[in-house]
């Protein structure tokens, strides 16, 4: 009975190392428009209803929860540039269906720093 709940513990850890934690591309589909859109938490920064921080992204007006990428995959969500900190411009490609955005395409674009938007209005 040891050796099995040993042999048991060392297949689950295998298996969960082997989980490809990156579900969108790296690369844009030509075929599929491209879309610019803001990311940031939906409970945090556009008061979604949800349960803990989880990535959410405003296209046109109106949020989705993201399926295929989380808040987790891009950084310290908690830093100051993070997203429950910051609302964040990115590019991405994916479909909505039943009010979340499933991502096939993410790009974060870089931040932009508060001393640059002060510049660019006094010009």
Do not use: W
């Not at 940031?40 to 405003?58: P, S």
């Amino acid at each position: 009975m040891k050796y099995f709940l040993l042999l048991l513990i060392m297949f689950l850890s295998i298996l969960s190392i082997a989980q490809n934690k990156q579900a969108y591309s790296t690369k844009v589909d030509t075929t599929k428009k491209l879309l610019l859109a803001e990311a940031a938490c939906g409970e945090c920064q556009f008061k979604m209803k949800g349960k803990g921080c989880n990535l959410a992204v405003r296209i046109n007006g109106k949020e989705y929860f993201t399926d295929g990428t989380s808040i987790d995959d891009h950084g310290d969500a908690h830093s100051d540039d993070g997203f429950c900190n910051s609302i964040r411009k990115v590019q991405l490609q994916g479909d909505t269906s039943i009010n979340r955005f499933k991502v096939t395409y993410f790009k974060l674009m870089p931040a932009v720093k508060e001393s640059e938007v002060k510049n660019k209005k006094k010009r």
